[in-house]
Nanobody, 122 residues
């Protein structure tokens, strides 16, 4: 499974951005998709996981209520709508696929995309 993240860019604090993760295979539709992010000089951290059906999500507390993950009807593209962005949301955002349900553990993700940079200016 190959994953392609896209949609990153520069946005002002308080603004919105939607990033996408497209999977190369339909088999990805059976995987949990997670978003992780890595800020400059920091460890990569979990952001959100969405179940294969798209019906269930699990967010890290700092983004809950501001970010929304969703899947398209074919289940092969996952979106992350980011609202009320803050400078501390600046990071490279990675999507990844896991056979574990709603995992927040990086080691449980087998496939990773290349990342897309989100920069939030103050």
């Amino acid at each position: 499974v190959q994953l392609q993240a896209s949609g990153g860019g520069l946005v002002q604090a308080g603004g919105s951005l939607r990033i996408s993760c497209a999977a190369s295979e339909r088999t990805a539709s059976t995987y949990t998709i997670g978003w992780f992010r890595q800020a400059p000089g920091a460890e990569r951290e979990f952001v959100v996981a969405i179940s294969w059906s798209g019906d269930t999500t699990y967010y890290t507390p700092p983004v809950k209520g501001r970010f929304t993950a969703s899947r398209d009807s074919a289940k092969t593209t996952v979106y992350l709508q980011m609202n009320s962005l803050k400078p501390e949301d600046t990071a490279v955002y990675y999507c990844a696929a896991s056979q574990y349900r709603l995992s927040d553990i990086q080691q449980q993700y087998s496939y990773w995309g290349q990342g897309t940079l989100v920069t939030v200016s103050s």
